[in-house]
DNA sequence: ACACGGCGC
DNA sequence: TATCCGCGCCGTGTA
């Protein structure tokens, strides 16, 4: 029944039950299909009983395969699910390779409103469809095992794979349409959909970290941390909770008497700023940053790094998060390598730690500067589009302007200076959030800006513009049409009006380089495929793309990667990608 | 659950 | 008068 009915479908709606979250270790037990609403149909396939052997009444897996491959791996049946990068997961694991189109629920309400805070299948049922489903702790109950879900009877098993199945299905109705209204359609399908089975074979392959270089940094850090505190402990007097901002508060500011400056809603800040300045009195702060620091590096990378390496695989596997930014940036987490530290030397021999498979190196190619690329796109400005086609260096070139000089003199702390205004100027800030970063007065960070923009009128042409824009619409998009609403745009308190202004200015710049970045692993995707080449893509980190290279094929990467990259899209001025390879994460 | 602090782009 | 630069993830402390 079900396959006849599958012969004459338009589009399959999916959903996998498991025993784990992790795709990697998950087992199927069962699977529901459904081509319209009215009927679901629920495939269990390995439900065990209480004694833990196979549950009676199930279907055997190859079996199932034998009718319904044709229909899963059909490139021309569309398949839709909700998280499908999960399901693509589970089911190549199990021999299917899902073909067709692919359309997800989850990433449409995503492109709908990627300010959304959950886009999970109940949060959805419940606003659009106005059902509560029955949720996973409902049906698994009290059972704690991992793979609960085993053991879950058929009829109830059944009933909720099915809900979720057709609730899938009702709000593709509803959103399908909205998709289409809005002008979505392109960016859905042919970008966000494009990447799912990229960013699911990104995942799968993961990256290797060498335990000896973690274990040797967390011996060494551990040591200089235990030191340290002796220290601290010696400086303060007395014993406390370094990592407590709290206690350190205590100490420095009533113990020690030094003079506090902001504060916070708990109490003082005991940030880096604050530590930084702090130096002048005491010895004290300079070693809570040195502790903070280390701490900081051990426990959120060197020592939960060790942790996550995968015991089947050897490997660290994230997951890259395509519906959690407002911009339409990835995100990545479990853990996050979108943070890998790399500014210190400390940092770097973290870095170290990533290594590619035998036999083979990494490549990074990064995009230069592609923030103020895409504002010079957008602001049409005569001095940053000529800046940006003659190749000059942007930061020193917006150094002599602000400081009234030639190039030629430009120091490196007048460029330093420079490089943090062309980075305020994409996230909108104003004169008094420039000073605070800069440390200098608001009256000088006035006239840095005031030179700013008048040798850059445009991009303030730009700034007016596109708030005006958002006020008129109440949303900004992206050259390709990715769109934030704000609702704070029009408010009458002035806080918030503000910081949707500065969202409005942000956004379109920031979203844009997530447009381009993400059709560039694509683009480079289908190319790698096309060349034959064994080269995978293991890493996007916002305007970088890492890969693990077979040695023979560096060259042939490095021909293919760049062009690729760089042609993805055309701007008023040249899109230029960086490339650099290391036998490390550090070298490159 | 929330605040803080800190790592990345 | 106060304002404190955009987007994330995560560890720790505190309640």
């Not at 702390?413 to 608001?442: H, P």
């Not at 840095?448 to 513009?465: L, S």
Request: glycine content about 4%; hydrophobic content about 40%; overall charge negative.
């Amino acid at each position: 029944m079900l396959v006849a009915e599958l012969s004459q479908a338009s589009l399959l709606t999916l959903d996998t039950e498991t025993t784990s979250l992790d795709p990697l270790s998950a087992q199927l037990v069962g699977l529901s299909l459904c081509t319209v609403p009215e009927r679901v149909y629920y495939i269990p396939v390995g439900h065990r009983d209480q004694a833990d052997a196979r549950a009676p009444d199930q279907l055997a897996w190859d079996e199932v395969l034998n009718q319904l491959r044709p229909y899963l791996e059909s490139p021309k049946l569309p398949k839709l699910g909700h998280n499908l990068k999960y399901d693509l997961a589970i089911l190549s694991r199990h021999g299917v390779m899902l073909g067709g189109p692919l359309w997800d629920t989850m990433i449409a309400s995503y492109l709908l409103d990627p300010g959304r805070r959950s886009h999970k299948l109940d949060d959805l049922a419940e606003k659009f469809l106005s059902r509560r489903l029955t949720s996973f702790a409902e049906v698994t109950g009290n059972d704690k095992r991992p793979d609960c879900f085993a053991y879950v009877g058929l009829p109830e098993a059944r009933d909720y794979s099915c809900e979720d199945a057709r609730a899938t299905l009702l709000l593709w109705e509803i959103f399908r349409p909205e998709l289409d209204r809005l002008d979505l359609w392109p960016l859905f399908s042919e970008v966000e959909m494009e990447l799912v089975p990229i960013l699911a074979e990104m995942e799968r392959h993961g990256i290797i970290v060498d335990p000896a270089v973690l274990n040797l940094l967390s011996v060494e850090f551990h040591a200089d941390i235990k030191r340290l505190e002796q220290e601290i402990i010696r400086l303060a007097g007395q014993e406390f909770n370094i990592s407590s901002p709290r206690q350190l508060g205590e100490i420095l500011f009533e113990k020690l008497g030094l003079p506090h400056g902001r504060k916070t809603k708990t109490g003082y800040s005991t940030d880096i700023r604050v530590l930084e300045e702090l130096q002048r009195y005491h010895d004290l702060p300079t070693a809570v940053i040195r502790h903070r620091n280390l701490s900081k590096l051990t426990s959120t990378y060197i020592d939960s790094l060790a942790d996550q390496v995968h015991p089947k695989t050897g490997r660290i596997h994230t997951s890259f998060n395509q519906t959690v930014t407002a911009t339409g940036r990835l995100s990545s987490s479990n853990p996050n390598l979108q943070n890998i530290p790399i500014r210190t030397h400390e940092g770097q021999r973290i870095r170290q730690a990533f290594i590619p498979a035998p036999g083979c190196l990494f490549l990074s190619a990064d995009y230069s500067q592609i923030d103020l690329r895409v504002l010079a796109h957008y602001a049409q400005d005569p001095a940053l589009l000529k800046a940006f086609r003659s190749g000059r260096d942007i930061h020193v070139e917006t150094a002599a302007e602000i400081f009234r000089t030639h190039s030629a003199m430009v120091t490196t702390e007048m460029r330093r200076v420079a490089k943090t205004i062309n980075f305020g100027i994409v996230y909108g800030m104003s004169a008094f959030g420039l000073a605070g970063q800069l440390n200098i007065s608001r009256k000088e960070a006035a006239t840095f800006i005031d030179r700013y923009f008048d040798h850059f009128a445009g991009v303030k042409q730009f700034m007016h513009d596109i708030v005006e824009q958002a006020r008129t619409n109440g949303y900004v998009t992206t050259l390709l049409n990715r769109r934030r609403v704000l609702p704070d745009i029009n408010s009458t308190n002035r806080m918030q009006r503000e910081f949707a202004e500065r969202t409005a200015i942000n956004t379109p710049i920031q979203g844009t380089a997530a447009d381009i970045i993400k059709l560039a692993a694509i683009q480079v995707d289908h190319r790698i495929r096309k060349e034959g080449l064994q080269t995978k893509m293991l890493l996007q980190i916002h305007d970088e793309l890492v890969f693990e290279v077979p040695i023979a094929e560096q060259e042939a990467t490095t021909r293919l990667v760049k062009p690729a990259m760089e042609s993805v899209l055309e701007l008023s001025v040249p899109l230029i990608v960086n490339i650099s390879t290391g036998a490390n994460l550090a070298e490159t």
